[in-house]
């Protein structure tokens, strides 16, 4: 018996301390360790002093305390407003080493958070949750929200532009309809990188074509290395080389304005001095010829060696164009880029086309510094006459599925 009393007296008392406890409190938990605790009286036959009317009265400010701590969440969602980053073809391998570097410090200055969507056609959405959970294993602080979205869709020239210009008009819509006018994006890869380009352009009407670029930083990266390869200095010494024409077709390389640093010859100067790279090349065949075919067939003696995509040079090119959009770049310093033209040194106007360019307050413009000879022009129809076969063939085939639809 006395112990009976005594854990009744502790029994009491606990439910006593703790609903005075809460009544201090305005934690929706509580409540309901409290209410659990005085379900208890059921098995020590202890009834609450708490009336049906104060327990109504206590459930109300549970749930207005419920409703006002979502009302916060979702206005801490909204308030964020994050940059949005979206990459197609997530699930090739150079995005494994994109990714990381997207979050880099200073590439998007004064942008706190970030929200990368993944998607790729053809891509298994499994696959795609197990890039995002990596994604997620970096512990990115300013990573918001990572999501993936696949869309399973099940090579002679016309099929090939088939797929492409099915998908990229369907990305175009997509980004019309979803995205901000002020969205940037860049396409890169190693086929057809002009068309898409283009047809993102034609299916964006509310977008300035000035938004979109084609990557050739990857390809003019390609051409230093065996520039310095023959001049036996390091890549980054070679500077100012220009592509011009279709990125993953004909393309010509100019050195007009490209430039060797540290290059062992008859003039030596300090750091900052530099020579023209065709008065230290004197091997006239091999530029005409065997480089030309080196920088073909680089990429693909890489692939076959590695047995996958290259993905490091890639990401480097993506890299470097991000800060020079995003930071500005030297007055000096020439890019390639593949973008739309207004009709300058002669190329049709609405073809993407990769020209030099320079970076200013966070825009692009052609150069209008070079010089385009007669021999120059003639190679840049040839390119543009590709590029516009190559747009024709897209452009039949989606009139053909519009009529089928």
């Keep these: 018996m006395k112990i009976y009393r005594m854990w009744e007296y502790w029994m009491v008392n606990t439910i006593f301390e703790t609903y005075l406890l809460f009544l201090f409190s305005k934690s929706f938990l509580l409540l309901l360790l409290y209410f659990c605790t005085f379900l208890l009286q059921g098995y020590y036959g202890i009834t609450s002093d708490m009336n049906s009317d104060l327990m109504l009265k206590i459930s109300a400010e549970n749930r207005q305390t419920k409703e006002l701590c979502i009302e916060e969440e979702i206005h801490r969602h909204m308030s964020l407003r994050p940059l949005h980053i979206w990459i197609s073809s997530a699930l090739n391998p150079i995005c494994y080493s994109l990714i990381p570097q997207l979050f880099s410090p200073g590439l998007f200055p004064g942008l706190p958070t970030f929200s990368l969507h993944l998607m790729d056609a053809g891509g298994s959405e499994e696959m795609l949750q197990g890039l995002k959970m990596e994604t997620e294993d970096l512990a990115l602080h300013q990573l918001h929200e990572p999501a993936c979205e696949s869309n399973d869709v099940q090579d002679d020239k016309d099929h090939m532009v088939s797929q492409v210009a099915e998908r990229f008009r369907c990305y175009g819509q997509l980004i019309e309809a979803n995205a901000q006018k002020d969205v940037r994006v860049i396409i890169a890869g190693d086929s057809f990188v002009n068309l898409k380009c283009s047809l993102l352009i034609e299916n964006t009407p509310s977008v300035d074509p000035h938004n979109f670029m084609a990557m050739t930083t990857q390809l003019e990266y390609e051409a230093k290395t065996q520039l310095a390869q023959k001049l036996s200095v390091k890549t980054a010494d070679i500077t100012n080389v220009i592509v011009w024409g279709n990125i993953s077709g004909s393309f010509h390389i100019d050195l007009q304005r490209a430039k060797v640093f540290r290059c062992d010859g008859a003039i030596w100067g300090p750091d900052g001095f530099s020579q023209q790279v065709m008065e230290m090349i004197y091997d006239w065949k091999w530029l005409q010829t065997d480089f030309m075919s080196l920088v073909h067939k680089h990429r693909t003696t890489i692939s076959s060696k590695t047995n996958k995509a290259t993905a490091i040079s890639t990401t480097n090119g993506i890299m470097t164009i991000l800060k020079a959009w995003n930071n500005d770049a030297s ?75």
């Design 331 to 405: 007055p000096e310093d020439v890019f390639s880029l593949g973008v739309i033209s207004t009709g300058q040194f002669g190329i049709p106007a609405g073809l993407v086309f990769s020209v030099p360019v320079s970076f200013r307050d966070g825009c692009w413009s052609v150069r209008s510094d070079v010089t385009v000879t007669d021999e120059l022009r003639q190679k840049l129809n040839a390119c543009a006459d590709e590029l516009k076969m190559e747009r024709d063939i897209a452009a039949r085939i989606l009139k053909m599925h519009d009529r089928l639809q």
